[in-house]
């Protein structure tokens, strides 16, 4: 089936020091890759998105890389923020499926 | 502009009540979501809607009615709701033009709680 999983947090990082968050996601069909993030009690927000292998999705100096061979889509960021706390979601889409989301993981950044 | 908006912020309501909750985009979206969202969890699917006709009813119980007067609205009814429903509802909408990029957009929720 279509699932995505994601490394579990929380993740604790402190203030310049280099993101990763590790996503994987079953091949299944030829899905589009997402990344969301959800600030403390707001809804999701698109960070970014790729849509076909070696695509590299980026944003707010966020940037993650559609592998193919891998199945992974694996968020980084060079220098994180104190405002960059948030909890950040991996989801795929393929056809006519649901947006499968993993389960989120939950950054917190320290000054 | 990629907004949806959704209202109310939130809602505190009682078992015997009926309350409705509003989502409304403006981009030409012809599909639209309600997701459920329990803390530190990932949004669960409830229902889609695809050109105003419901098309995924996620197995969700009747006390939760949605509805879709027209391309841009979307509403959740609620009646005879219970504590356990307490939760963020997140509406999204997604084109369904064969060249998009299937991208769902979401509102920034309802909060709901049932005494």
């Known amino acids: 089936g279509n699932s995505v999983t994601q490394m579990e947090g929380p993740v604790t990082l402190s203030e310049e020091a280099f993101l990763t968050i590790n996503c994987t996601y079953t091949?299944?069909?030829?899905?589009?890759l997402f990344w969301y993030v959800q600030y403390p009690g707001e809804g999701l927000q698109l960070l970014l998105k790729?849509?076909?292998?070696?695509d590299k999705g980026s944003n707010k100096g966020f940037e993650a890389t559609y592998r193919k061979e891998t199945t992974s889509f694996h968020l980084e960021k060079g220098s994180v923020q104190v405002s960059d706390s948030a909890v950040y979601f991996c989801?795929?889409?393929?056809?006519?499926?649901?947006?499968?989301f993993g389960k989120g993981t939950r950054l917190s950044v320290i000054a | 502009d990629t907004e949806v908006t959704q209202t109310p912020k939130h809602l505190v309501m009682g078992m015997t009540n009926k309350k409705s909750l509003k989502c409304e985009q403006h981009?030409?979206?012809?599909?639209m979501y309600w997701y459920k969202q329990k803390a530190k969890k990932p949004p669960e699917l409830m229902f889609v809607?695809?050109?105003?006709?419901?098309?995924i009813n996620e197995s969700v119980p009747s006390r939760f009615s949605p509805e879709c007067p027209n391309s841009s609205l979307l509403n959740l009814h609620l009646h005879a709701l219970q504590p356990e429903d307490s939760a963020l509802y997140l509406c999204?909408?997604?084109?369904?033009?064969?060249?998009?990029?299937?991208?769902?957009?979401f509102g920034p929720g309802t909060r709901l709680t049932v005494l």
């Open positions: 999204a909408s997604r084109t369904r033009d064969t060249t998009s990029t299937d991208t769902q957009y």
């Open positions: 091949a299944t069909g030829y899905p589009s």
């Open positions: 790729a849509t076909k292998a070696d």
């Open positions: 989801a795929r889409y393929s056809g006519n499926t649901p947006l499968v």
């Open positions: 981009m030409g979206h012809r599909a």
């Open positions: 809607y695809s050109y105003e006709k419901l098309s």
